[in-house]
């Protein structure tokens, strides 16, 4: 792969130093949620709920500041992020009139989105489409004068590669194009992404740091918290099944089996991981599109107690992923920017609290994850 020329340096006015935020799939709903929902909290307009890294114990931490992060990126839809937050907001996922407060915002960010692909009847190569979507990548950190770029994935989950292709799935083109365009990787899909042992060399070698599978936002949150608290108090878990109901651009592509089995698996490691074994049940998921962007989980966990008493705990959570999973990708964006100035390269067991699918290294229970988030900031602030 060929490096890139090195950014051009930030005129004197700029302090701090600003960071690209580059999404794949950035006129979606998790994309735009997060263009609006940075752009919010940098005005003033709604405070920074749910965004880990705004908390007391990551202040010293040396993320790049909100109002540094500049927005870009790929996709094939045609929609404007205006009017996508509009969609948004009379879907009750944005605050009504949020759009229109954030008018220029939005329209900046929309101005940075490049077509993706590959698309139907597109004859270009693997290569070609690496070095177009890298050259992408370059040209807008060079024209906003930027210290770095993350690449973060937020697209629409893939299917499994089919064992022996000779083509790589759009999710490690793009990897690759992170890779080639010399910026750090997140992927909160649970796409392939780097996550192939050619890629994952490839970003190592140059230095790049990576992060993670898979954006962990609703039930397998819950199940991360939950599975623990049955080990810790040595009760036996005998079956866990699930069942998630949901519409919008998500409902529609999980209703292909084989995209949904993707999705699955993260959520069944979770389990195994935190278990040691995975247990009998599934997990089922049902397009329902009146639901539009919001979620209803349901799980049923059977247990036993002392003298093999059986038992029954059932929870139910409803929610809006794209507000659930929106500043979880920001902090991921920072703390991945912050990694690559510090030097890190490889994967980023560490970030391992956002994701059902952590890089290898990263224990399983939610709390554990969190006190090695909490490590990890603290390294970072003090490398600066």
Request: glycine share 10%; charged share 20%; proline share 8%.
């Amino acid at each position: 792969m060929t490096n890139p020329s090195a950014p051009a340096p930030a005129s004197d006015n700029q302090s701090p130093p600003r960071t690209g935020v580059w999404l794949i799939g950035a006129r979606g709903s998790v994309a735009t949620t997060a263009v609006a929902g940075c752009a919010a909290v940098t005005a003033g307009l709604h405070p920074a709920t749910g965004m880990v890294s705004e908390t007391v114990p990551f202040a010293a931490a040396a993320l790049p500041p909100l109002p540094s992060l500049v927005f870009g990126g790929h996709d094939t839809a045609a929609c404007p992020l205006g009017k996508r937050a509009e969609q948004l907001a009379e879907g009750g996922v944005l605050p009504h009139g949020l759009p229109t407060a954030l008018r220029a915002e939005l329209a900046a960010a929309d101005r940075e989105i490049r077509a993706g692909g590959p698309l139907p009847g597109d004859t270009r190569g693997d290569e070609e489409l690496i070095a177009a979507f890298a050259a992408d990548i370059t040209a807008f950190t060079r024209r906003h004068h930027l210290a770095r770029t993350v690449v973060v994935n937020v697209a629409s989950t893939e299917p499994v590669p089919e064992p022996g292709s000779d083509r790589l799935p759009a999710s490690s083109l793009y990897a690759a194009a992170a890779v080639e365009a010399g910026c750090a990787y997140v992927n909160f899909t649970p796409s392939t992404g780097i996550r192939t042992r050619t890629l994952a060399e490839a970003a190592s070698a140059r230095g790049l740091p990576h992060a993670g599978r898979d954006g962990k936002t609703g039930q397998t949150l819950l199940r991360s918290v939950l599975a623990p608290m049955f080990v810790q108090r040595a009760l036996s878990v005998r079956a866990w099944s699930g069942t998630n109901l949901l519409g919008g651009g998500d409902g529609a592509v999980l209703a292909d089996p084989a995209a949904a089995a993707a999705k699955n698996a993260g959520k069944e490691r979770v389990l195994a991981d935190a278990l040691g074994a995975a247990p009998e049940g599934e997990v089922h998921i049902d397009d329902v599109p009146a639901l539009g962007d919001w979620k209803t989980a349901w799980d049923h966990i059977a247990f036993d107690g002392f003298l093999g008493t059986r038992m029954v705990l059932q929870t139910t959570w409803q929610g809006c992923d794209s507000a659930l999973a929106a500043p979880l990708v920001i902090d991921l964006a920072r703390f991945a920017a912050r990694a690559h100035e510090a030097g890190l390269s490889g994967p980023l067991p560490e970030l391992g609290f956002y994701f059902k699918d952590p890089d290898p290294g990263a224990p399983a229970s939610l709390s554990e994850q969190y006190g090695e988030l909490l490590a990890f900031a603290t390294r970072l602030g003090e490398s600066r």
